[in-house]
């Protein structure tokens, strides 16, 4: 059995005043192998959120299964890290005190927080170092600049070390260099822990360049159309972006997305 | 620690004197330009009366200024805190849910929508004259505004936040400790500057109506007595008390969510 198993899935939401609820995914079906790379990508709308929500166990399929690591989902996971475009620091705590946040959730941290308090504010400074923020710990999130922030939000989904990473297009309102940095920094975190990850964007080179494979998602009510297996050899670096075979799969992906939006 | 806006401000203060002595300069001004108009203008005292006889009165009188204005500090004072243990207590309850929120809302704004000076007849059948009636009005009109604020408050944490702890397995409980109370304290004491004003005006209206002591009782019993100089010291005390205790809380505002100040949140 896969990693994370989702069977034959539908969602309504439910319904808002007299209109019927939206019907956000219907015929959903993926799986991703334990330590993969995955990226969903689709038309605006068309129920990957959704998706994100049904993994970790925040909404609750109306049809169909969900399973991760084995086990069907019955609630929130605890087993998953998440990020999303808006990196949500809260202004209060030190950065380093963010990316804390998990360990003060999820056991075992959250019982031995004040027995082992330096050693995890060691490790969520090492973890910052990791993605370039040295000494950043320090400041405040509203000191960081809005990419620095979203690498803060980064560590904060992998303090805990999930088996599990969910990233709603956490690169999506940055600029295109600071993107392409933080598509390295994605590469080498996840090179070197081997979490598993799903990975939503709107950016296909983000997708081609970061994936194993890439489901590409039907318009509303979303279902996948398409799985795009990215040979490519790893370590891939920034050039390969513009290699003729990484063009080609953007193109492919392109062509199926205008399609699906029709 | 200090932002950059509180450092231009102090900057500004070393090298311009006059922003540090423009609200002495402007108040003091407004004084000596109405002394000069009321004796040039030959104003009768019961019309208008100039600063300098108000002052008199207010020496002559400074006994019972005193006291009145104690019994009006504390009655809004007293009504306060009550509008503070429970409009914090409310606030929590409102905010904990969308749902409580989404029922109870409605019905606080009707409720805040009674005009407060009509509730004072009420309270006086209930409750009878005297300071107990102030005490209540003070604490009825401010207690909406810190309801509201820490609601929403809590209310309003990121769905990104809370969706993040979620998925960890953080109970209600968690997420309410950890984002939604230290994320609606800004809220909460922004709304104590309005809360004590408004206070402050419940007790002294309710003293006008229904009191037999305060500075609101004072100034009604003046101005049935034609001691206009003392009506009008009636009314500087009270601006000056309502100057100290929105200061006060302002103080305590900037004290205690200074992070909220530096980091522009809410804005
Ligand atoms: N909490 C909710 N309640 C009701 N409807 C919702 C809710 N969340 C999403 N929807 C609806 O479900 C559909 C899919 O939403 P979803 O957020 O999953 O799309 P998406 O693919 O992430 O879109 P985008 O690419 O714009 O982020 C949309 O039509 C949306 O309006
Ligand atoms: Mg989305």
Sequence with gaps: MSFVEIADVALRYAPQGGAEGTLAVDGLSLSVEKGEFVAVVGPSGCGKSTLMKLATGLNFPTRGSVSVAGRPVKGPVSIAGMAFQNPVMLPWRLTRDNVLLPLEVVQPHRRQMRARKAEYQAKADALLASVGLEGAGEKYPWQLSGGMQQRASLCRALIHEPELVMLDEPFGALDAFTREELWCVMRDLHAQKNFTTILVTHDLREAVFLADRIFVLSARPGRVIKVRDVDLPRPRPLEVTYEKQFTDIVHELRGLIAEARQ | ?267
Aim: charged share 10%.
């Design chain 2, 1 to 267: 620690m200090s932002d950059a806006g509180e450092e231009a401000v102090v900057a500004a203060y070393k090298s311009d004197p006059w922003v540090r002595l423009a609200p002495w300069v402007c108040t003091i001004g407004l004084f000596v330009v109405w002394e000069i108009a009321v004796r040039v203008l030959g104003v009768p005292y019961y019309i208008l009366p100039a600063p300098s006889s108000v002052a008199y009165a207010a020496y002559e009188f400074a006994g019972g200024l005193a006291e009145n204005s104690l019994q009006t500090l504390w009655t809004t004072v007293a009504g306060f805190l009550l509008a503070i243990v429970f409009g914090l207590a409310l606030g929590l309850f409102i905010g904990w849910d969308r749902r409580i929120y989404a029922g109870l809302y409605p019905l606080m704004i009707g409720f805040n929508s009674i005009p407060k000076v009509a509730v004072v007849p009420i309270l006086v059948l209930w409750v009878g004259t005297g300071w107990l009636p102030a005490v209540l009005t003070a604490f009825l009109i401010s207690f909406f505004p810190i309801v509201v604020n820490v609601a929403t408050g809590l209310a309003t944490i990121e769905p990104e936040m809370e969706d993040v702890l979620r998925a960890l397995g953080a109970k209600k409980l968690d997420i309410m400790t950890k984002v939604g109370i230290p994320r609606s304290l800004p809220y909460f004491f922004g709304s104590l500057k309005v809360a004590i004003t408004l206070a402050f005006i419940g007790s002294v209206m309710s003293e006008t109506v229904a009191a037999n002591a305060g500075v609101g009782h004072m100034m009604l019993t003046a101005q049935a007595n034609f001691e206009v100089p003392l009506v009008f010291a009636c009314l500087i005390a009270l601006a000056i008390e309502g100057i100290v205790m929105y200061a006060v809380m302002a103080w305590l505002e900037k004290r205690m969510t200074g992070w909220a100040h530096r980091s522009g949140f809410n804005r």
